[in-house]
Nanobody, 111 residues
Framework: EVQLQASGGGLVESGGSLRLSCAAS????????IGWFRQAPGKERETVSC???????YYVDSVKGRFTISRDSAKNTVYLQMNSLKPEDTAVYYC?????WGQGTQVTVSS
């Protein structure tokens, strides 16, 4: 059974940092593209960042220079380092690998 377990969300003040983690079981991130997505209340889900198998990364313009996607192959875990957080980053964040999705983790940034 494939499971992706996201964690690391929470409440942080504007300007703060959080690191989201997504640990996989029954599935290897090494073999698939990975991504982080978010959905704010009343808004559609958007792609925050993706990383191809070859290491090419993509970031939505609103997070460029603040967020970093990475992968730890040994731990079979992907991360999203989020710095200089803004209230508009508040959302439920989801990780994905290949066609599999993790459950969301709430990120709330207070002003």
């Amino acid at each position: 059974e494939v499971q992706l377990q996201a964690s690391g969300g929470g409440l942080v003040e504007s300007g703060g940092s959080l690191r989201l983690s997504c640990a996989a079981s029954g599935f290897s991130f090494n073999d698939h593209a990975i991504g982080w997505f978010r959905q704010a209340p009343g808004k559609e889900r958007e792609t925050v960042s993706c990383r191809t198998r070859g290491g090419t990364t993509y970031y939505v313009d609103s997070v460029k220079g603040r967020f970093t996607i990475s992968r730890d192959s040994a731990k079979n875990t992907v991360y999203l380092q989020m710095n200089s957080l803004k209230p508009e980053d508040t959302a439920v964040y989801y990780c994905a690998g290949g066609t599999y999705w993790g459950q969301g983790t709430q990120v709330t940034v207070s002003s």
